[in-house]
Every structure is written in C-alpha cells, then in structure tokens.
C-alpha cells in the first residue's frame, strides 16, 4: 500500500496558507450589525418632525418679532423747559400708545451726551426758532424711521417745520446697519457647528485639547469677522483688537453652550442648542432693531444670551462709547467659564468616578 502524501495547503503569494471562508461564515461577516438609533417608522418620521418643529419655531419667532415691528417704551430725550417735556410726552403717547420714554433733559449738549452713549435713541430740541430732531443713523433705518416719522408728525401737528441731524452716523460700508447683526449671526452658526461637530470628529480628544481647540477657534473667528467686516468691508468701526475679542468671546461662549448642551442631553441638546442660540438669540441679539422693538416675553433674552449681549457690547465699542462693553465682557465670560465647568464635570470628574 503506497504512503499517503498529506494534504498540502495552498499557498498564497506570500508562503501563507489560504482558507476558502465558510460560505455561512462569510455571509455573518459581511452582514453588518444594524446601528444604534431609530428603525422603521419611528426613522423614518423623527427627523421630519424634529425639523420641521425646528423650523415652525424659527417661523414664528421671528414673525413676531418682527412682521410689524413697534418700539416699547423707546427712550427719547427732549429738551425744554417741564411743561414742553410734558406736552411731548403726552402728544407720543396719543400717537403712539405705549410707544416712548420721554426724558428731558436741560440743554442739546446733555442731551447730545446721552445720545452718544445711547441712553436715547434721538433728542428733540424746541429751544431754537424752529423744532430740530438729532438721531443717531448708527442705529440703523428702522430707528431712524421711527423717530423722524414720530416727532416729523408732532412738529407739523404744531404748525411748525422739523430740522433734523444725524449726528452719529453709520459706516460708509453699513448702509442699513444690518451688518452687526449679520455678523453675529455667522458667529454663533459657526459656534454652533463647531460644538455640535468636536465630539463627532474628536470624540476621545482629551478635555485640556478640547477647550484649547475651543479657543483656537474662538481667536481665529473673532479676527475673520474684524478682518472681513471692518477692514475688508469698512462695515464695522472701533478697535480692531477690541472687536476681535469681542467677537473671539461670542464665538466661544456659542461653541460651549452647544457642546455643554450636547452632553448633557445627548443628540436632543443640539436641537436644544439651536433653538436657543440661532433663534431666539439671534432674534432677540437687537442686531436688526433695538431690544426696545421686541415683544415683551423675547426681550429679557436680549440680556443673558451670548449672542444679545455681544451684538449690544460690539455697537457701543463701535459707535456709543462702550455702551454695554463692560457687561457684555462679563456675561460672556460667566458663559464660557459656565460651560467648561460643565464639560469638565461631564468629561472629566465623572470619568474619575466611574474607574474609582
């Protein structure tokens, strides 16, 4: 009986044995396991109505915001004597229900003052031979067609001719005085992008890498926007550095909110984030009108909201000397500080506990 020849493997082009898979065991492998998130039905519908909920609010807040906007108590200063303050007043608020603050004050130079720093949003004076109105074009068209149209009225109510003065104009570059706010809004959607992207693309980046990441995008967005807006367009005036910060500090407080949210509620935070942050604090930031214009439940977002906080501290490094610069810097710094604490207990503290 002749010796049996074992079996010789068939080797491939490197010497190694080849194996013919399974036809089961190949079918397993190339079947890949079904992912986490929603099936069926519930896929198929979540993201529509998540949305178009999305959607609906941005709508809605800002048809009422602004479809017909009417200022709310808009300070104005008028200068004469008590009995004209008064008469004033009273001709507004006939015309106008709800729509002024009259404040007088005693000379146009006290008044001018309080127009420069944006205590007042125009000052009307009588002491001359005919009504004069000054207003400050920096704040934007809809402003300016607001005052000149309200006291244009009352002086002809009085048989007289209003003389008016913009004596604080805008930008050559910013015609309408939109570009506040169009610049805002492209900070906080990059911040927004940022936050809701780091942990997708990063996601075991460690916490001192990721706030360094957060800084170096909030140094590299606020000197785009000052570069772009100011010396590019000649849209935006004040200090380059100075706006660069404040800008740097928009962008950073918007990418930590986001990334806080994020990881605290999961994929809902990012929803949560951009209603919070694109609508209702873009509608409510006073970059298109003055908070005053808002409805009275959107404008005490003016005041805590990144990005209401930063648009009001970049117009008065701009043009109403550094009206809303001091609180503008301290409520975005409680914000970013806010937001890291966040992130460290999330990322950090509760990563120690957990192998503890």
């Known amino acids: 009986m002749p010796p049996v020849s074992p079996v010789q493997p068939d080797l491939g082009a490197e010497g190694h044995p080849r194996t013919t898979p399974h036809p089961h065991r190949?079918?397993?492998?190339?079947?890949?396991?079904?992912?986490?998130?929603?099936?069926?039905?519930?896929?198929?519908?979540?993201p529509v109505l998540i949305v178009l909920a999305i959607g609906s609010i941005f709508v809605s807040v800002y048809l009422a915001a602004f479809?017909?906007?009417?200022?709310?108590?808009?300070?104005?200063?008028?200068?004469?004597?008590?009995?004209?303050?008064?008469?004033?007043?009273?001709?507004l608020e006939a015309a106008q229900p709800g729509g002024f603050t009259v404040r007088g004050y005693?000379?146009?130079?006290?008044?001018?003052?309080?127009?420069?720093?944006r205590a007042v949003y125009a000052a009307y004076t009588t002491t001359g031979a005919s009504p004069?109105?000054?207003?400050?074009?920096?704040?934007?068209?809809?402003?300016?067609?607001?005052?000149?149209?309200?006291?244009?009225?009352?002086a002809t109510?009085?048989?007289?001719?209003?003389?008016?003065?913009?004596?604080?104009?805008?930008?050559?570059?910013?015609?309408?005085?939109?570009t506040v706010f169009y610049a805002a809004f492209g900070v906080v959607l990059a911040?927004?992008?940022?936050?809701?992207?780091?942990?997708?693309?990063?996601?075991?980046?460690?916490?001192?890498w990721r706030m360094l990441s957060l800084l170096v995008f909030g140094v590299l967005g606020g000197l785009m926007v000052a570069l772009v807006a100011g010396r590019g367009f000649h849209a935006l005036p004040g200090p380059f550095a100075g706006i660069a910060a404040l800008v740097a500090l928009m962008a950073m407080a918007s990418g930590g909110a986001t990334m806080a949210l994020a990881r605290l509620l999961g994929p809902a935070g990012v929803s949560v984030?951009?209603?919070?942050?694109?609508?209702?604090?873009?509608?409510?930031?006073?970059?298109?009108?003055?908070?005053?214009?808002?409805?009275?439940?959107?404008?005490?977002?003016?005041?805590?909201?990144?990005?209401?906080?930063?648009?009001?501290?970049?117009?008065?490094?701009?043009?109403?000397?550094?009206?809303?610069?001091?609180?503008?810097?301290?409520?975005?710094?409680?914000?970013?500080?806010?937001?890291?604490?966040?992130?460290?207990?999330?990322?950090?503290?509760?990563?120690?506990?957990?192998?503890?």
């Not at 108590?73 to 008064?86: F, K, M, N």
């Not at 109510?157 to 939109?178: E, I």
């Not at 005053?292 to 648009?311: M, S, T």
Request: with cysteine; charged share 10%; aromatic share 6%.
């Open 132 to 154: 004069e109105l000054l207003y400050a074009g920096a704040n934007g068209s809809g402003v300016t067609a607001t005052v000149t149209g309200a006291f244009g009225k009352l």
């Open 273 to 356: 984030s951009s209603v919070l942050l694109l609508i209702l604090g873009n509608a409510s930031s006073g970059g298109i009108l003055p908070a005053a214009y808002l409805p009275a439940w959107l404008h005490p977002l003016h005041a805590v909201l990144p990005v209401g906080v930063g648009v009001r501290a970049i117009q008065g490094l701009a043009y109403f000397r550094q009206d809303g610069l001091p609180t503008g810097v301290v409520v975005l710094t409680a914000w970013i500080a806010l937001c890291a604490a966040v992130l460290y207990l999330r990322d950090v503290h509760s990563t120690r506990v957990r192998r503890a």
């Open 106 to 117: 005693p000379d146009a130079a006290a008044a001018r003052a309080a127009l420069d720093h």
């Open 157 to 178: 109510a009085d048989g007289q001719r209003l003389g008016t003065a913009d004596v604080l104009p805008g930008s050559a570059g910013d015609t309408r005085g939109l």
């Open 26 to 46: 190949a079918h397993a492998v190339d079947a890949a396991p079904p992912g986490p998130g929603a099936t069926g039905a519930k896929g198929v519908l979540l």
């Open 191 to 208: 911040g927004f992008m940022f936050g809701s992207t780091t942990y997708q693309l990063a996601p075991r980046l460690e916490y001192r």
């Open 67 to 91: 479809h017909a906007p009417q200022p709310h108590r808009l300070p104005v200063a008028v200068v004469g004597s008590a009995q004209t303050v008064g008469r004033v007043g009273s001709s």
